[in-house]
């Protein structure tokens, strides 16, 4: 999954990449760091805030006894979690009019199997 998602953003050149913080791979919260470390590009994670400045942006984050505020340069992937992913009232507008812009779906691509099953075995049978 990393691997499309980082192909489909070096194709597109974005400057920043928002990626949710739960996600497909068991909430392994490792897909936006693979996809970071793919493009060769930072990655800032979980991002509460955001706040842009020309081609500077600095985040806040949650950690361990306080926050964190990191300032990186674009291009980057950050991964968001609360309060920076819900949509603001004020800009209900904005919510409003996204609905009728285009979405481009772009279909998954199947890899190979990078790992095969030996051999599966039930375990012995307990007494009751």
């Not at 291009?75 to 481009?104: D, H, Y």
Request: proline share 7%; glycine share 8%.
């Amino acid at each position: 999954m990393a691997e499309q998602i980082a192909a489909i953003a070096k194709e597109g050149a974005y400057d920043i990449i928002l990626m949710g913080k739960e996600s497909i791979d068991y909430n392994g919260f490792q897909v936006h760091g693979m996809v970071g470390e793919l493009l060769g590009i930072p990655t800032v994670a979980p991002a509460m805030k955001l706040d842009m400045s020309g081609n500077t942006a600095t985040l806040e984050r949650e950690i361990e006894g306080g926050k964190e505020i990191v300032s990186v340069n674009t291009p980057f992937v950050a991964s968001c979690q609360q309060p920076m992913c819900e949509p603001r009232i004020p800009n209900m507008r904005g919510i409003m009019t996204a609905r009728t812009k285009p979405l481009k779906v772009v279909a998954a691509t199947g890899d190979a199997a990078r790992t095969q099953v030996q051999e599966y075995a039930l375990p012995p049978r307990s007494r009751a």
